[in-house]
């Protein structure tokens, strides 16, 4: 009983709806939900044909810690990090669930989008490239992705445009990566500017002229492409993942908020304080009681 209580503490679950102007029957592709979930239950799972009473859509889920198992016609394919699965929610020959002997927590991000016209597509492209599909995590569009989920509104607004261009971008970007297609220009200019902002973390402060110039990149135009792609500022992504350092050296070396803040290069504790709240959504006392770390 212990072991379930605890199972269910470590469970989270957190999505956006998709509001957009305009009748759906026009447009070609939109979002329906996306979220962010952490499952670690064996009793969590979802079966095609078990759906009785949910809208039918098209399901991407894409695994970004632990594992999970993913079933269709043709058997059971495990869903490690970095891969993610595509297919019909009605589908009666479809199932994804946590893994029996599962250790580690199963963290996932998903989107569901519109079925008509896209499921045709999406059956076709499970025939003819398989239904899990390996996607780096630094991909533009997985990274404009999980901007989008792990926001705390439980509604997002999209313009027509917006809403196709995702669905669209994402469908193209896991062709090319079933495909076993070259990474992108546009995607090896992100990974290089994050592994040069990785580089820099432990150092304090990141000086956002110095990183475009290490970049060969003017600061402006470091900021338009990296926004374009990702759907945050350069600045924004620093932020989280300063903030996801802080919390491993709050919890793993016990430092205090005033070295944690020195380290990272805040100018005050209030200010870290500050910045900590506004992206982890809570104050330093309230991390260290809970003990787990936030998807940042």
């Known amino acids: 009983m212990d072991e379930l209580h605890k199972s269910v503490r470590l469970e989270k679950v957190q999505f956006r709806d998709v509001v957009m102007n ?25 079966r095609g044909a078990m759906r009785t009473i949910d809208e039918p859509c098209c399901i991407f889920q894409y695994t970004l810690k632990g594992e999970g198992v993913f079933s269709d016609e043709n058997g ?14 009605h589908d ?3 199932a994804y669930h946590y893994p029996v002997d599962g250790t580690q927590p199963w963290e996932f991000v998903y989107i569901n989008f519109n079925a008509d016209p896209l499921a045709g597509l999406v059956r076709e492209f499970g025939k003819r490239l398989g239904r ?11 990274q404009r992705f999980l901007f989008l989920a792990q926001e705390r509104d439980s509604l997002l607004f999209m313009t027509a445009g917006e809403a ?31 592994t040069q902002i990785h580089q820099r973390l432990p150092e304090g402060r990141i000086d ?8 060969g990149m003017s600061r402006g135009n470091l900021c338009r492409f990296y926004r374009q792609q990702t759907g945050l500022t350069p600045y924004q992504y620093i932020l989280r993942k300063q903030m996801l350092l802080a919390c491993q050296w709050l919890l793993d070396e016990q430092l205090s908020v005033k070295e944690t803040a020195n380290r990272l290069g805040f100018s005050t504790p209030a200010n870290f304080i500050r910045s900590f709240k506004q992206v982890t ?16």
């Open 208 to 215: 956002l002229i110095d990183l475009a110039e290490a970049l």
């Open 132 to 142: 899990v599909v390996s996607l780096p995590m630094t991909s533009s569009i997985l």
């Open 92 to 94: 009666p020959n479809i």
């Open 164 to 194: 196709s261009a995702l669905v669209m971008d994402l469908l193209s970007a896991l062709a090319s990566a079933a495909a076993g297609e070259p990474e992108s220009k546009e995607d090896l200019l992100i990974k290089h500017i994050q």
């Open 22 to 46: 305009g009748s759906k029957a026009s447009r070609l592709a939109y979002p329906i939900r996306m979220g962010l979930e952490t499952r670690c239950r064996i009793d969590y799972g979802q």
């Open 281 to 296: 959504g809570m104050t330093t006392r309230e991390f260290l009681s809970q003990g787990l770390l936030p998807r940042l």
């Open 76 to 89: 059971e394919v495990a869903v490690p990090a970095g891969c993610g699965f595509l297919c019909e929610s």
